[in-house]
């Protein structure tokens, strides 16, 4: 999926940066936002690592300071209660 960054950040007239390049460099550490190997909800099938999830911004005021993830711990401590089921 990488080869299409060139083509997402350029929709709509381009000027798209992807946060997750602009906020951390490329680090790949923090890449993936599936990491099935963590993901308990991900029960059957291979283990793998994927970047389904893009956050792009635009503006000439704006700038990724931070990137990361959140929703892949339990909601207030109750085991189960998770944001999201996407990490």
Known sequence: RDKEDAVVENLDGGGWFDAWKEATGEDRKLKFTWDSRRNSFHEDGFPFTCRFDRCLVR??????????????????GKDGDYLSDHY
């Open 59 to 76: 503006g000439n005021d704006l700038t990724a300071k931070h990137f990361g993830m959140i929703g892949n711990e339990p909601v207030s």
